[in-house]
């Protein structure tokens, strides 16, 4: 019996607790309408807290990228703070929303603020 339990309870972990109890067609069609909100009122959230425009936020992350893989990081924000500056704009608010979002430096621009502008803004080209 214990090791029953043991197993169902490492199912649930794995598949997650959605799959862990049986609900509603109903009831998931609810979860699923609630979690989109959720979604959506995050990714408004990012959009609106952008410092600049999203083509600007693309335009960074692709120079940074280029940057990068013609040199190491060097775990500062120097190629994010010279592109900024090479396009009159201000870095400090910048810098504050890419840190906010787990960017610290110019690799941490690409792997964790890229991603999370990107989860906000899934249709941008
Ligand atoms: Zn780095």
């Excluded at 120097?78 to 810098?95: C, D, K, M, N, Y």
């Amino acid at each position: 019996m214990q090791v029953f339990q043991n197993n169902l309870a490492w199912r649930g972990a794995y598949f997650g607790l959605k799959y862990s109890q049986m609900p509603s067609f109903e009831e998931r069609q609810r979860r699923k309408a609630v979690k989109d909100s959720l979604k959506a009122a995050e990714a408004g959230g990012i959009r609106e807290s952008l410092p600049i425009t999203p083509q600007q936020m693309k335009s960074l992350f692709n120079f940074v990228d280029e940057q990068l893989s013609d040199s190491e990081c060097d775990h500062s924000l120097r190629h994010t703070i010279a592109f900024l500056e090479s396009q009159g704009i201000s870095p400090e608010p910048v810098v504050a929303w890419l840190q906010n979002a787990g960017g610290y430096c110019d690799c941490e621009v690409i792997l964790n603020a890229e991603e999370k502008f990107d989860s906000a803004l899934p249709s941008n080209p």
